[in-house]
């Protein structure tokens, strides 16, 4: 082999190393990404039962509170039978308007 043809054959082998370091970094760099997304994966999951959670109990405070505002205004009409026709409207329509705005900062997560 001549002195020409042994400079290209180091070229070559340098070459050579230099693409298999380049590879080995991707591989670890796949490997690295593959544990960041399982961990991003179980971030989600855990954050999506902590959400139905929360979603869960405020349901349950909303249906209590509900449950609280009919009784409310069952008992203040069975104490008041002779409120006219007129106001039982007018109460009604606050209850209804109590129960939109509950619902309402249920909806946009203000409770």
């Keep these: 082999m001549g002195e020409k043809d ?3 054959h ?7 190393r230099d693409h298999e370091l380049r590879i080995r970094k991707l591989e670890d760099i ?3 990404l593959k544990y960041q997304l399982m961990n ?7 954050l999506k039962a902590i959400v139905l959670d929360i979603n869960r109990e405020q349901s349950k405070h909303l249906e209590a509170l509900m449950s609280n505002i009919i009784k409310l205004t069952n008992n203040a009409v069975n104490k008041h039978s ?3 026709l007129l106001d039982r409207k ?4 606050i209850v209804a308007l109590i129960i939109g705005a509950l619902i309402s900062m249920v909806t946009k997560g203000g409770l």
């Design 10 to 16: 180091r070229e070559f082998k340098e070459t050579l």
């Design 40 to 46: 991003i994966g179980k971030s989600q999951a855990d």
């Design 82 to 84: 002779e409120i006219k």
């Design 30 to 32: 796949t490997h690295e």
């Design 6 to 8: 042994e400079i290209l």
């Design 90 to 93: 007018e109460l009604w329509a």
